[in-house]
């Protein structure tokens, strides 16, 4: 966990660019995604998901909530469904075909999961394994707005 002086160094995670470009759920689910909340913040983006949005925004959603979930499997010791989350994730953030979408660097993004998650893919069967000290994805949008569907 970082410390709070930390946490006022750091830049943040968008700008007002950013807020009033995309929709609000998106920002609650990066709060919560970020302050290690991953079952809620997979609730903000479920909402958004659910409701009248495009398809391309709608698999984005998706991709980013089996991320969330993946975490979130982690936490309550079920790394088999981390793991089949993780891969579903990625599945989906290649369909996407794009290296950002919604002001999200999704290499980084990506690189991010890979470092914290790639352990589950190592052996047949993750239960078989000691989950490693695992650092979750930090998301910061880079600079500027993109039109979405």
Request: net charge negative; aromatic share 10%; glycine share 4%.
């Amino acid at each position: 966990m970082s410390t709070e002086a930390e946490d006022r160094e750091r830049p943040p995670a968008y700008t007002d660019e950013h807020l009033a470009a995309y929709p609000v759920e998106y920002f609650m689910g990066i709060d919560l995604y970020n302050q290690r909340e991953f079952h809620a913040a997979h609730d903000a983006w479920e909402e958004r998901w659910l409701g009248e949005c495009g398809p391309q925004e709608k698999l984005f959603l998706q991709a980013m909530i089996q991320s969330a979930v993946a975490f979130h499997h982690l936490e309550i010791g079920r790394p088999g469904a981390a793991r089949r989350m993780y891969q579903m994730s990625r599945e989906k953030f290649a369909r996407l075909g794009t290296k950002i979408f919604m002001s999200l660097d999704l290499e980084d993004y990506q690189a991010q999961l890979d470092r914290a998650l790639s352990w589950l893919e190592t052996v047949p069967d993750p239960r078989e394994l000691e989950q490693p000290e695992i650092v979750p994805p930090v998301i910061r949008l880079v600079p500027g707005v993109m039109e979405y569907d």
